[in-house]
């Protein structure tokens, strides 16, 4: 009689097993050194953007705490990535979901979202123009989203307050980064909205290396981080930059800011999908220019290695005006 032989699988249970663990590509053929630039692919989450590990944390933290109940509905604020995070989790968990999403913000987040269950609800811009967001805007959107939470009793997920935001990063998108560079961290990089991806990422790597120089990128004209009035409140970086200091931002973990045009920003997007084959949005494009841009500059040593983030698909995004490609 033969032995029995087991067979090992490597069967996802649910999408939900698809966030997190995202690998790290080197751009060596966009930026050749010295010095490197290694950058986390979170496009490759299933809701196409680093927001599915925030979306799943503070959905996982509501579920423990009693305060999300089996079928109840969920609502929140988004620029977009959000939601479709959100999406993804509330479809595979049976949460029915409702998004505020500003009208300056693209329609192809709008379509993933509701393409995964979600009811959008679009709301008018106050001040800015399609593909530019202000502050004024998300305002308004949240004071749709608080009157349908108090309208249908729904979870409130809160991302822009929620700690639970930032813990992800710090147990997830850290470790991940410290781990697959191999303890070498020389910077980290990152735009911010909510300020949750920077924070809880930043903390853990400086608890790991209190050297490590950590810098919060902002669109030129909109850096109330780095204390400067605002001056050009529209800009391309959907979903960051909204011209005031985020709550969940500590301080204390931030070394530095970098300021980005949306020049630049395009720029950098287009050159990570002709160099590197990557077909990124354009807080990825922002994200990369602050990395050339501190190489360059002198703020931190040539050959130092930065990490920074891919933080969504260049899918989700309606093409840019051509003025900024010319």
């Not at 060596?28 to 496009?43: H, N, Q, S, V, W």
């Not at 305060?67 to 109840?72: Q, R």
């Not at 300056?104 to 593909?131: F, P, W």
Request: with cysteine; aromatic share 6%.
């Amino acid at each position: 009689m033969s032995p029995v032989q087991i067979v090992e699988n490597d069967i996802k249970a649910s999408a939900l097993d698809l966030i997190g663990n995202t690998p790290i590509v080197a751009l060596d053929r966009l930026y050749t050194g010295p010095g490197r630039i290694l950058a986390k692919c979170e496009f490759m989450n299933p809701g196409a953007s680093i927001k599915c590990r925030s979306s799943l944390h503070m959905i996982n933290k509501a579920i423990k705490s009693g305060e999300l109940k089996p079928g109840m509905p969920v609502v929140e604020i988004t620029s977009g990535n959000q939601g479709c995070g959100l999406a993804v989790v509330c479809a595979v968990l049976g949460h029915p979901l409702t998004l505020a999403m500003s009208k300056g913000n693209s329609a192809q987040r709008a379509i993933h979202m509701e393409a995964l269950g979600a009811k959008c609800i679009k709301v008018d811009q106050v001040e800015g123009t399609y593909g530019n967001v202000t502050l004024a805007d998300v305002k308004a959107v949240e004071e749709v989203g608080l009157k349908v939470v108090e309208e249908t009793g729904a979870f409130y997920v809160n991302q822009f307050n929620n700690e639970g935001n930032s813990l992800s990063h710090y147990e997830t998108t850290g470790p991940e980064i410290w781990k697959q560079t191999g303890h070498h961290v020389d910077a980290f990089v990152a735009t911010v909205g909510t300020a949750g991806t920077f924070s809880g990422t930043a903390k853990y790597l400086k608890e790991q290396n209190p050297d490590i120089k950590t810098f919060v990128v902002e669109p030129a004209g909109s850096e109330p981080i780095k204390g400067d009035p605002i001056t050009k409140p529209l800009h391309l970086l959907q979903g960051s930059g909204y011209g005031c200091v985020p709550n969940l931002l500590k301080m204390e973990h931030m070394d530095e800011t970098v300021s980005i045009t949306d020049e630049e920003a395009v720029k950098y997007k287009d050159l990570i999908g002709e160099k590197e084959g990557l077909f990124v949005g354009y807080t990825s494009g922002a994200n990369v220019a602050a990395a050339v841009k501190l190489l360059e500059s002198g703020r931190i040593p040539k050959d130092a290695w930065v990490v920074t983030l891919l933080n969504d698909t260049g899918l989700k995004y309606t093409p840019v005006p051509s003025e900024l490609t010319s």
